[in-house]
């Protein structure tokens, strides 16, 4: 059966959630120590974390989890359209130098444009309106990236042709049980290859980058302590934790309602397009969940669920013993779209299909 049109996945003018991942061509490890000729190859996964700080930094389009394997990468992006239809044309114009700029100084970054040059895309209208599609695409977000690390490892290799086995494979998170069943699934990716034991101990994944982010907070607040009668809620801690990070908050929550407004401000603003979270846990809650289900994969067994975790469980509304099951196959289960099995029919028929894989498996996994 052909491919479906991207534009039949992905709906560039709405909010959506979407699971992009892509894979090596070669025989040999694009990153990591390759088994074969013993060339370690581990520094290009900073290479992907890096670029993806870049376009999150320029893009309307926000990283709620990435991990770098060996020879494959994951990302969940959220599209923001409707951030980039208010920005004005000057800061469009500026976002989209930044990722394709006309010169570049002496160490390749992009230099700083001359007002003429970023008057040559201001004075076209039908220019500006493709550059605002273009800053909230998935499409575009994941060209940059993967063509950026596919040069930069030919130019490294001295080869020419193909690096990536095919475009991006694309999956749409349709409701928050796929969110977090998908973003479990990419967090724990090391884990899974035995490549790592614990969430913390897996650099260049979205959990690890959260993990030390809350350790800095937590090493800060020790060597400032509060003043008398001053409190801090778990959930402006973690907040505050995630506040100088170029990902995706955690929690839905407004930080606009916290009394420490001051402090869950992104003090790095252009980091990432907005600090609006993804998802109806803390970062402490996301952390626990993720550290059982990763237990329960590495041991490959299920051991008692721990009694701080069983209200979240019961809150989410999901099902312990399915649970482990489902973000560890999360990529087998849930091909073309993910999400429970009502939300499956109705992308079907959106797409004008009579069904999509995965309604079945969606009915046992989410309920």
């Known amino acids: 059966m052909p491919a479906r049109p991207r534009k039949d996945i992905i709906r560039e003018g709405q909010v959506g959630y979407y699971h992009c991942y892509n894979r090596c ?28 700080e870049q376009l999150a ?62 008057n040559l895309w201001l004075s076209d209208a039908e220019r500006m309106t493709e550059l605002r599609k273009r800053l ?62 614990t969430p913390e101990a897996s650099p260049y994944t979205s959990a690890y980058e959260r993990i030390q982010s809350l350790r800095r907070w937590e090493t800060q607040q020790a060597d400032r302590p509060l003043s008398v009668g001053q409190t801090v809620s778990a959930m402006d801690e973690q907040a505050a934790a995630e506040a100088d990070l170029w990902l995706c908050p955690i929690s839905l929550a407004s930080a606009a309602v916290s009394p420490m407004a001051g402090i869950l401000s992104n003090p ?61 196959d999360f990529r087998r289960l849930f091909r073309s779209a993910a999400g429970r099995a009502e939300h499956l029919v109705r992308e079907a028929e959106r797409r004008g299909r009579r069904w999509l894989h995965g309604v079945r498996h969606a009915a046992r996994a989410f309920g």
Not at 29 to 50: A, M, S
Not at 74 to 83: A, G, I, K, M, S
Not at 269 to 294: H, K
């Open 25 to 52: 061509v070669r025989r040999s490890f694009f990153c990591g120590v390759d088994p074969l000729t013993g060339n370690d190859y581990e520094h290009r996964k900073g290479w992907i974390q890096q670029r993806l």
């Open 268 to 328: 790095f603003p252009a980091r990432r397009a907005s600090n609006r979270g993804f998802l109806s846990l803390d970062l402490r809650e996301y952390l626990q969940l993720l550290d059982w289900t990763a237990r329960q994969l590495r041991n490959d067994k299920r051991g008692t669920i721990p009694h701080q975790l069983l209200p979240i469980l019961e809150r989410l509304k999901l099902d312990a013993t399915r649970w482990p099951t489902t973000v560890a």
């Open 57 to 118: 930094s320029a893009f309307a389009v926000e990283v709620c989890d990435f991990s770098a394997m060996d020879n494959h990468l994951h990302t969940v992006l959220r599209n923001r359209p409707d951030l980039v239809a208010g920005w004005p044309d000057q800061e469009v114009a500026r976002r989209w130098w930044q990722l394709c700029p006309l010169r570049r100084d002496e160490h390749e970054q992009p230099a700083e444009p001359y007002d003429f040059e970023l």
């Open 136 to 197: 909230s695409s998935i499409s575009w977000f994941m060209k940059l990236l993967c063509e950026h690390i596919a040069r930069r490892a030919n130019r490294e290799d001295g080869v020419h042709g193909k690096f990536w086995e095919e475009r991006f494979k694309c999956v749409p998170l349709l409701d928050e049980d796929a969110i977090l069943a998908c973003s479990m699934y990419v967090d724990l990716n090391p884990i899974r290859a035995g490549k790592a034991d």
